[in-house]
């Protein structure tokens, strides 16, 4: 009986003091990108409302668009943490010095870098009867 009380109770408590509204956090969808230059040899990760940003993003710059897909805002706060425990050589914001390290975490995190400058290893393995 003093279980299911202290369980209410401690239910009534978790869901009064936090206010978590993740509505408001960074939560609409947009379109998350890897531009590659190769004058600087930097990779910039990015986030995009729309084509039209990044079109016009490319056209400022001399920047090669390896690969979107969809995403949030909030995907790409995650990935610059992620690489910054990492310790990934960050040059600027969202610009980080090319490494084939740097791609390889970007790709395993699920960050979309295409296949031009990275191509995932196919490890066959052989079963040998003796």
């Given at each position: 009986?003093?279980?299911?009380?202290?369980?209410?109770?401690?239910?009534?408590?978790?869901?009064?003091?936090?206010?978590?509204?993740?509505?408001?956090?960074?939560?609409?969808?947009?379109?998350?990108?890897?531009?590659?230059?190769?004058?600087?040899?930097?990779?910039?990760?990015?986030?995009?409302?729309?084509?039209?940003?990044?079109?016009?993003?490319?056209?400022?710059?001399?920047?090669?668009?390896?690969?979107?897909?969809?995403?949030?805002?909030?995907?790409l706060?995650?990935?610059?943490?992620?690489?910054?425990?990492?310790?990934?050589?960050?040059?600027?914001?969202?610009n980080?010095?090319?490494?084939?390290?740097?791609?390889?975490?970007?790709?395993?995190?699920?960050?979309?870098?295409?296949?031009s400058?990275?191509?995932?290893?196919?490890?066959?393995?052989?079963?040998?009867?003796?």
């Amino acid at each position: 009986m003093g279980l299911k009380k202290i369980h209410n109770e401690y239910r009534n408590f978790v869901s009064s003091s936090l206010n978590l509204d993740f509505a408001s956090q960074n939560s609409e969808f947009g379109i998350i990108y890897t531009l590659y230059s190769d004058k600087s040899n930097s990779i910039e990760v990015g986030f995009a409302k729309n084509n039209k940003m990044i079109e016009k993003k490319l056209l400022k710059s001399d920047q090669i668009l390896l690969d979107k897909k969809i995403g949030k805002k909030k995907d790409l706060n995650l990935l610059i943490k992620t690489l910054n425990e990492f310790d990934s050589n960050l040059s600027n914001k969202l610009n980080f010095k090319y490494s084939n390290i740097l791609i390889r975490h970007l790709s395993t995190l699920g960050w979309p870098v295409g296949r031009s400058l990275y191509k995932q290893r196919k490890i066959k393995k052989e079963l040998s009867y003796v």
